[in-house]
């Protein structure tokens, strides 16, 4: 991989111009894709004092969809980060993740006791790091919504994260920790996530037949729309396009999710500028600068809320967290609005 990105840049610029971190922090701070991964990685030095810089890319793909050369540019600038940051010192965020894994096997821990949660059925659900412990409400939301749709899902006991948040900050050796844990637990049967970074990793670091919800509720027919409450009051919902999601699992995930809120009664799907735009808190931005994440949630809540949204949508419970993190409007996981929404017969 490494020769076909350095090899393969005609210097065109394109992933520069279309690059949100350039956008929002300037290329002072942040030189960009070429840069990064093409043409620093020629010069040890020069990479080691970039370093800081090396640490704001949100993995967001959008370099690597513009490239005429198809280049993977996150995926080399994460190799870099690997190269240049393992064993030494992170930001504080990002040792307390790694201090997590080390102790728990999983880069966030939960601050109340687990909650109780099927272990046997004939549907894995991998809940994952940030949903378990931030968002819990995600996961009983997805249980009732596979349920809904005719499974018996279950969570299995002793899983790890999945290893996406620990080779995105390029802490190589923790990913190989996690996945030996996970290959002994998991197995290689069909998985479903909430979360598209675990849906990613499982596929490609574990081999798993892994599914985001959305992918399996539009693969099984959906929730029947019959299900729903149709007396559940109206709303004005906007809708975010988390980067994995839309990039990297698969091209048509948003217009399944938009499918599956059409069943929903009383949902008016609100159109707003930059609806396509990363939140700011992937790639480890959210853990190694937070005020860049805050700075590009704010931009998109008020793009949401100038658009006469009355609440944001993300089907990634990363993406709601660091939504979040802006506050001025309610943001919700869109499994939990999903299961909300169920009618009083589904609420088990
Ligand atoms: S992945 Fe996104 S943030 Fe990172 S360099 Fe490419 S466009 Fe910029
Ligand atoms: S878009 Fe691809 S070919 Fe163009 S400058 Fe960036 S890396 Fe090079």
């Known amino acids: 991989m490494t020769e076909r990105v350095l090899d393969g ?123 378990h412990a931030r968002l819990p409400e995600t996961i009983v939301a997805a249980l009732r919504l596979l349920r809904a749709a005719g499974a018996r899902p279950y969570i299995p006991e002793g899983w790890a994260c999945c290893g996406s948040p620990l080779e995105k900050i390029g802490a190589s050796s923790l990913v190989e920790t996690v996945k030996g844990i996970n290959s002994r637990v998991l197995g290689v049967a069909k998985v479903v996530t909430t979360c598209p970074g675990c849906t990613v990793q499982l596929r490609t670091a574990h081999g798993m037949d892994a599914w985001h919800i959305i992918e399996h509720l539009h693969a099984v027919g959906g929730v029947p729309g019959d299900l729903f409450d149709p007396h559940a009051p109206p709303v004005r919902a906007a809708l975010h396009r988390p980067c994995h999601l839309a990039r990297v699992v698969g091209p048509h995930t948003m217009e399944m999710a938009r499918d599956l809120l059409a069943r929903v009664p009383g949902v008016e799907v609100v159109e707003y500028d930059g609806q396509d735009d990363c939140c700011g808190g992937g790639g480890g931005v959210a853990s190694s600068r937070p005020e860049v994440a805050e700075a590009m949630a704010r931009r998109k809540i008020g793009s949401a809320r100038d658009a006469g949204a009355d609440l944001l949508l993300a089907p990634c419970p990363f993406c709601v967290v660091n939504l979040r993190r802006a506050g001025g409007m309610e943001v919700q996981d869109l499994t939990v609005f999903l299961a909300e929404r169920l009618g009083p017969g589904q609420n088990k």
Request: glycine content about 8%; overall charge neutral.
């Open 9 to 131: 840049c005609i210097k065109c610029g394109a992933c520069v111009r279309v690059c949100p971190i350039i956008a929002q922090q300037g290329r002072d701070a942040f030189p960009g894709p070429r840069r990064l991964a093409v043409e620093a990685p020629r010069f040890d030095g020069e990479l080691h004092a970039l370093r800081s810089s090396l640490l704001l890319c949100t993995t967001c793909g959008r370099c690597e969809e513009v490239c005429p050369s198809r280049l993977p540019l996150p995926q080399a600038l994460v190799r870099v980060r690997s190269l240049v940051l393992e064993g030494d010192e992170r930001p504080e965020g990002q040792e307390r993740m790694m201090e997590n894994v080390v102790a728990t096997g999983r880069t966030v821990v939960p601050s109340g006791p687990p909650a109780s949660v099927p272990t046997t059925g004939d549907l894995m659900l991998f809940p994952g790091c940030i949903a």
